[in-house]
């Protein structure tokens, strides 16, 4: 993510994500290092400054309606987790957490109000899916829980490997390039294909899945429609897509792109954050999309 809001102690970054029928917020903390898509020595990129405190926009989002969003620390130290737990103490029960969530210490996170914990690095590392990491989670936790956080990477047909994932027993039959799960910051590639084959056996171990589209992750250029209809065609567990968005046109898209079962992430481009995108309207566009998304459903129902 491209932008900050400064607290007191802290450094906070936050989203906008909808997840099936019901639009979320997601509180990011701490942003630590460069951002992937900017040069190796770039320093962390500050947007937009506040002084209002991580609780301040949890109550916000409430009072809007929004409810369920995630908060995700990318800081270790204890005002990381300070403002994580402000957060969740301010919505207790409807906020997900993650950042630097592990076996040992998820169900504390649990305890202190998260209503599922997230993770990433402690399943996904060095190019590989810690299975054995992941089984520990899940008895710790419950998969019902647990939401798996992955991270895409286009790779180019003439760079893929020879291997095959323990996850995954198919390949796409696209023409285009495939997409794989990405480890260590985003530079690493593992061998997961992102197919139905990967998604299906991954949704054995969690409840949902948080997608980032690294090739336009804070970029503010679109999205990646290509990925969103993959996740729309093949995800059998609620997702979210997160890269790119920022208009309502681009909601539309994702909407669109993904037959409504992909929901998506808003950032930097919020007018609450010094961006042109009104948060009312945002509000507004994901209501109606639910109410579409009800109709819809009621009229398969029938």
Request: hydrophobic share 35%.
């Given at each position: 993510?491209?932008?900050?809001?400064s607290t007191?102690?802290?450094?906070?970054?936050?989203?906008?994500?909808?997840?099936?029928?019901?639009?979320?917020?997601?509180?990011?903390?701490?942003l630590?290092?460069?951002?992937?898509?900017?040069?190796?020595s770039?320093?962390?990129v500050?947007?937009?400054e506040?002084?209002l405190p991580?609780?301040h926009?949890?109550?916000?989002y409430?009072?809007s309606?929004?409810?369920?969003?995630?908060?995700?620390m990318?800081?270790?130290?204890?005002d990381?987790?300070?403002?994580?737990?402000?957060a969740?103490?301010?919505?207790p029960?409807s906020?997900?957490?993650?950042?630097?969530v592990?076996?040992?210490n998820?169900?504390?996170?649990?305890?202190?109000?998260?209503?599922?914990?997230i993770?990433?690095?402690?399943?996904?590392?060095d190019?590989?899916l810690?299975?054995?990491a992941?089984k520990?989670?899940?008895?710790r936790?419950?998969?019902?829980?647990?939401?798996?956080?992955?991270?895409?990477?286009?790779?180019k047909?003439k760079?893929?490997e020879?291997?095959?994932?323990?996850?995954?027993?198919?390949s796409?039959?696209?023409?285009?390039?495939?997409y794989?799960?990405v480890?260590?910051?985003?530079?690493k590639?593992?061998?997961l294909?992102?197919?139905?084959?990967t998604?299906e056996?991954?949704?054995?171990?969690?409840?949902e899945?948080?997608?980032h589209?690294?090739d336009?992750?804070?970029k503010?250029?679109g999205?990646?429609?290509?990925?969103?209809?993959?996740?729309?065609?093949?995800?059998?567990?609620?997702?979210?897509?997160?890269?790119?968005a920022?208009?309502?046109t681009?909601l539309e898209?994702v909407?669109?792109?993904?037959?409504?079962r992909v929901?998506?992430t808003v950032?930097?481009?919020?007018?609450?954050?010094?961006?042109?995108?009104?948060?009312?309207?945002?509000?507004?566009?994901?209501?109606?999309?639910e109410?579409?998304?009800?109709?819809?459903?009621?009229?398969?129902?029938?």
């Amino acid at each position: 993510m491209d932008f900050s809001l400064s607290t007191a102690k802290t450094n906070s970054l936050l989203d906008l994500l909808f997840q099936p029928h019901l639009p979320v917020v997601s509180l990011l903390l701490l942003l630590e290092t460069p951002h992937p898509n900017l040069p190796s020595s770039s320093a962390p990129v500050t947007n937009f400054e506040s002084a209002l405190p991580p609780a301040h926009y949890s109550l916000l989002y409430r009072d809007s309606g929004l409810g369920g969003g995630h908060v995700i620390m990318l800081g270790a130290d204890d005002d990381s987790k300070r403002a994580a737990t402000e957060a969740l103490e301010a919505a207790p029960g409807s906020l997900q957490v993650g950042g630097g969530v592990n076996a040992s210490n998820a169900s504390a996170w649990l305890d202190a109000g998260a209503s599922h914990v997230i993770v990433t690095s402690a399943v996904f590392r060095d190019g590989k899916l810690d299975e054995e990491a992941l089984k520990e989670l899940v008895r710790r936790v419950g998969r019902e829980r647990l939401v798996l956080d992955l991270s895409c990477r286009k790779k180019k047909k003439k760079e893929k490997e020879n291997s095959t994932s323990s996850c995954s027993s198919s390949s796409s039959s696209s023409s285009s390039d495939p997409y794989f799960v990405v480890t260590d910051r985003w530079q690493k590639y593992s061998d997961l294909e992102v197919d139905a084959g990967t998604l299906e056996a991954l949704a054995k171990s969690c409840s949902e899945f948080l997608v980032h589209a690294v090739d336009v992750e804070g970029k503010s250029a679109g999205i990646d429609a290509e990925l969103i209809s993959i996740l729309g065609e093949s995800s059998p567990l609620p997702v979210t897509y997160a890269g790119g968005a920022s208009t309502i046109t681009d909601l539309e898209r994702v909407a669109e792109s993904g037959k409504g079962r992909v929901d998506v992430t808003v950032g930097s481009a919020l007018d609450i954050f010094g961006g042109s995108l009104p948060f009312s309207e945002v509000v507004t566009w994901s209501r109606r999309e639910e109410e579409e998304r009800r109709r819809r459903k009621g009229k398969g129902n029938n």
